[in-house]
Structures are given as C-alpha cells and as structure tokens.
C-alpha cells in the first residue's frame, strides 16, 4: 500500500518562502512521475509541479520562477520549495504520484495561507 504523506504548509506573509515535503512509502523511483498539485474551495485541483522518473519537470505557468520541485531518492522524498509566495498560492496543497502500472496516489494535503 503506497503512502504519500505531505508535511511544510502553514501560514506565511506575502513575498515569505516554504518548503513543502511529500514522504512516501517505497521507492520514489518505483513512480512514473511524481508531482504538487493544489485545491482552493470551489475549484478544481489543478497541477502545480511535476517530475517524471528521469527527472524532467513542468510548472504551472502562475509559478514558474518561484517554486521548485526536486527530491531525494535517499529519503524516498518529494520537495516544493515555493519562494516569493502571494495571496492566490493560498490552497491545500496535495503531493501525487503515478505508479507503475498506471495507478494515482494521493497523499492527504496540506493547507498553505499566504496573507499579512
């Protein structure tokens, strides 16, 4: 049974920085491509950050420049270091995965709040 478990979020002032974490349970490897999407009520989940398993990575056009996606096969962890933060980051933020045969996994999220 995989297990993504996101940790990072909180509350930080405009123009702050975080660092979100995504821990999963296996091999990071053992995914097609790994990835930070995020929600705000009433709209649809939309793709933050993605990495595939050879280590090419897209960015939404709204963050490019500011956040970066890496990980560490070491600690079987994903990263989303997000600089220079504004009011509209403000989402739960959700660390996927696409396995091998396709199959989605989802961790559980966690609440980002950008405001002074």
């Known amino acids: 049974q995989v297990q993504l478990v996101e940790s990072g979020g909180g509350l930080v002032q405009p123009g702050g920085s975080l660092r979100l974490s995504c821990a999963a349970s296996g091999s990071i490897f053992s995914f097609n491509t790994m990835g930070w999407y995020r929600q705000v009520p009433g709209k649809q989940r939309e793709l933050v950050a993605d990495i595939t398993r050879g280590g090419s990575r897209i960015y939404a056009d709204s963050v490019k420049g500011r956040f970066t996606i890496s990980r560490d096969a070491a600690k079987d962890t994903l990263y989303l270091q997000m600089n220079s933060l504004k009011p509209e980051d403000t989402a739960v933020y959700y660390c996927?995965?696409?396995?091998?045969?396709?199959?989605?996994?989802w961790g559980k999220g966690t609440l980002v709040t950008v405001s002074s």
């Open positions: 996927h995965a696409l396995g091998r045969p396709a199959v989605d996994y």
